[in-house]
């Protein structure tokens, strides 16, 4: 409750405003019964004039027009502040996501990561208006109906306070025997949206390998358990709907039966039994809404949890502070001193001993085998993760020293798989850089040597990229990404296996481009084909996480025993091919 009564706290008026036309709506109603019977107690009296039945019905329409305004406005600024909450605890998720590290992220996981966002968080508004316009009314109801009975009779008022605390005393006994159920259950949604993430985004896999039977068989399994668990949870509320309904039928009969003595020994009049019958109908009826709410309650506590454990997590990475530090223009602008780097769920190194200097105006290349370490370089260098040992420095700034904002603004990075957003070519273009001309962004799709196939779109660079760009080839995107970080225009650009789809005429022509246009930046290029790197000024080859070679291309032939099985098994790739 903690984590809602801080998201409820810079919405204070409107929880005021609520709260006070939600309890007008309740006044209105709670004296209509008293009006109804002031009237009939008039009707069936002979010397009731005319004028006093209108006086009455005057005032029952003033107390229907409380309620009717009160329900209204209620039900509107409810719905205002449970818009508004579920708004503030998406951004709150979606800022938080910004600042977890990728171990971080797979820690929850992302199919995980979309329900707390978007499922989660309805039903905690779907509570935040049921705490409004059904939780709080009731004990006003509550309390008057049973005072008001008991002013009409005692007998019955305690009737109506026993009726009502079974029934409350029950809820709470369902309430907290359905919590580990609802925990379950949302546990079962997470995997739901892992299964049917994986279905859809590895379409083309499953039927390459004729495997939809056993994913159908698959998504079935978890469609089942959902089932199994949500019917276990649903039968324990039926058993409070019956109760309720059956309690309310019960009093009423009660009611009648305890009043007919009185009405004919002329203690009560017609009115005042169909005042308490109302009073008491009402109070009843308040908590057949109160359990609609409490149905809700164990899941959106739940909910609540789930959110709180992401937005109370703390991120592997962090800034140490929000202010720029200074950097020199130096000509050393990257440096790796005596880096390593391990995971924290495993005791071996990743990266071990890496210690190498970028200076301004070069170009240096990665090198390596599968799972060498390679990615892991770019990584470290983006600070997606921090190094275990040793430190990385930008500019004569040690990185964790660094805002990520400041970090990252002076890096462009083009990852192994391109991926592009839903939108237009020259919004693509411009992520990096949202004032670039079109002039700008032409001559970078041309060094890119994406500029002849752009200028062949219908649009040019307003044509439509689907989602992934994935109404582009492989290729193309590649060549997109390439761009999009040449218009940013850093200090420092990264190339993660980023020419793997290009074929080695366009690869080499980009390069040429590129280390022409960029000469006073520093490039680092990290792939798997040496065509892509042999002119690099340095060359930093791994095995198996250490360095065992740097220097350049003619160098490392002579030198390194690892490099030289690269180049020679691609030459002779080359030849047979």
Request: charged share 20%; net charge neutral; hydrophobic share 45%.
């Amino acid at each position: 409750m903690k984590l809602i009564l801080q998201f409820l706290k810079p919405h204070r008026r409107l929880c005021v405003f609520t709260t006070l036309f939600m309890e007008l709506d309740m006044v209105g109603m709670m004296l209509i019964p008293t009006y109804a019977a002031e009237m009939l107690n008039k009707g069936s009296s002979a010397e009731t004039g005319f004028n006093a039945l209108v006086n009455t019905g005057m005032k029952m329409l003033a107390a229907s027009v409380i309620a009717g305004v009160g329900a209204i406005v209620g039900g509107y600024v409810c719905a205002k502040l449970a818009a508004r909450v579920g708004a503030d605890i998406r951004k709150a998720i979606y800022k938080k996501s910004l600042d977890l590290s990728v171990y971080d992220f797979q820690t929850f996981g992302t199919a995980s990561m979309t329900t707390r966002t978007v499922s989660d968080i309805v039903t905690v508004q779907f509570a935040v208006v049921g705490i409004f316009q059904m939780m709080l009314p009731v004990p006003v109801i509550f309390t008057a109906a049973v005072i008001l009975s008991f002013m009409k009779d005692p007998l019955i008022g305690a009737v109506l306070l026993a009726v009502l605390t079974i029934i409350v005393a029950v809820a709470f006994f369902i309430m907290r025997s359905a919590s580990p159920l609802f925990r379950r259950l949302q546990g079962l949604l997470d995997k739901m949206s892992t299964v049917l993430l994986e279905n859809i985004t590895g379409v083309r896999v499953v039927r390459a390998f004729n495997k939809q039977e056993y994913e159908t068989e698959r998504l079935n399994a978890t469609f089942r358990d959902y089932k199994v668990t949500s019917v276990k949870a649903n039968r324990m509320f039926a058993g409070l709907d019956g109760l309720t309904n059956f309690s309310i039928n019960l009093f009423v009969v009660l009611v009648y039966w305890i009043s007919g003595s009185r009405i004919v020994s002329g203690v009560f009049g017609v009115g005042d039994i169909t005042a308490i019958i109302e009073y008491s109908i009402m109070a009843l009826f308040s908590v057949l809404m109160a359990q609609m709410v409490i149905l809700s309650f164990p899941r959106a506590m739940e909910c609540l949890n789930r959110i709180d454990e992401v937005l109370s997590y703390t991120p592997q990475i962090s800034n140490k502070t929000e202010s720029d530090v200074p950097l020199t223009d130096g000509e050393n602008v990257l440096a790796f001193e005596n880096v390593s780097f391990r995971y924290a769920d495993s005791d071996e190194y990743t990266l071990q001993g890496l210690d190498f200097v970028c200076k301004k105006g070069q170009t240096t290349a990665v090198i390596g085998g599968t799972g060498s370490g390679k990615s892991t370089v770019a990584s470290l260098m983006l600070r997606f993760n921090d190094v275990t040992d040793g430190r990385i420095t930008l500019c004569g700034a040690d990185i964790r020293d660094m805002p990520q904002k400041q970090l990252r603004e002076s890096i462009s990075y083009v990852q192994q798989r391109a991926w592009l957003f839903s939108g237009t070519v020259a919004e693509n273009l411009r992520y990096g850089n949202k004032n670039a001309s079109e002039e700008e962004l032409m001559h970078a799709l041309d060094i890119a040597q994406a500029g002849d196939f752009v200028r062949a779109l219908p649009d040019g660079l307003n044509s439509y990229v689907a989602q992934g760009g994935t109404n582009f080839s492989g290729g193309q995107k590649q060549r997109l990404s390439i761009a999009r970080a040449i218009v940013k225009n850093p200090q420092l650009y990264i190339f993660d296996d980023s020419f793997s789809a290009l074929d080695f005429k366009t690869d080499a022509a980009l390069r040429k481009a590129l280390i022409k246009e960029k000469s006073d930046k520093v490039i680092v290029i990290i792939a798997q084909r040496v065509s892509s790197i042999q002119h690099a000024d340095q060359i930093i080859v791994l095995n198996e996480g250490k360095p065992v070679g740097i220097g350049k291309h003619e160098e490392l032939l002579k030198t390194c025993e690892v490099y030289k099985e690269i180049y020679d098994s691609q030459t002779k790739e080359a030849d047979e091919i």
